[in-house]
């Protein structure tokens, strides 16, 4: 899949991929289509919540953006990095779900 490209690999040898921060949040591609879209899941845990028991709003931004960087490594075929991110919230995320 996306990190399993050798041309890539050695264009950018030094590169950790996939990066530590999407390992560690537990980040799994689900399916990526060059030109069209990426699925990626994260899992949601207790350890990631508030003091109300949802979702903290900094973890979801991480997620989004382990997702729109994974998308652009793919897309652009270069590492890239986020300049500016903004997360508008519709409901909470509950560990438990439903999502």
């Not at 879209?37 to 979702?55: E, K, Y």
């Not at 300049?83 to 909470?92: C, K």
């Amino acid at each position: 899949m996306i990190y399993e490209d050798e041309e890539l690999k050695s264009r950018y040898p030094s590169l950790l991929m996939p990066p530590p921060s999407f390992v560690a949040s537990g980040g799994n591609i689900l399916a990526f289509k060059p030109g069209e879209g990426i699925r990626v899941a994260f899992p949601v845990r207790s350890d990631q919540s508030n003091p109300t028991g949802t979702l903290q709003s900094g973890i979801l931004g991480n997620i989004f953006d382990g997702a729109f960087g994974r998308l652009a490594f793919a897309s652009l075929r270069r590492p890239r990095v986020s300049i500016d991110v903004a997360v508008s919230f519709i409901r909470p995320v509950r560990p438990e779900g439903p999502w």
